[in-house]
Nanobody
């Protein structure tokens, strides 16, 4: 059974940092792209970042570039999203998703498996 479990969300003041984790199981982690998306109330789901575990290729959305890094620990089947200099507009539910075709696309329909999400709230 494929499982993606996000953790690390919470309430943080503007300018603060959070590290989100995505623990994966049930598929070949090394041969998969893992993406992070976010969805704020009333808005469409937005791609934030992606890492292709097979070769380490990384994609980071312009909206968070310079504030976000993504890393993968293949030994732990876990992907991390480090978010710094957080802004109130970063408030959203953050999801990780897996693409077995390793495309690392920026659209949510390109991903087959999804976690349940973790809430990130950034206060002024």
């Amino acid at each position: 059974e494929v499982q993606l479990v996000e953790s690390g969300g919470g309430l943080v003041q503007a300018g603060g940092s959070l590290r989100l984790s995505c623990a994966a199981s049930g598929f070949t982690f090394d041969d998969t792209a893992i993406g992070w998306f976010r969805q704020a109330p009333g808005k469409e789901r937005e791609g934030v970042s992606c890492i292709r575990n097979s070769d380490g290729s990384i994609y980071i959305a312009n909206s968070v570039k310079g504030r976000v890094t993504i890393a993968s620990d293949n030994a732990k089947n876990t992907v991390y999203l480090q978010m710094n200099s957080l802004k109130p507009e970063d408030t959203a539910v953050y999801y990780c998703a897996a693409d077995p075709r390793r495309r690392c696309g920026k659209w949510d329909f390109e991903y087959d498996y999804w976690g349940q999400g973790t809430q990130v709230t950034v206060s002024f």
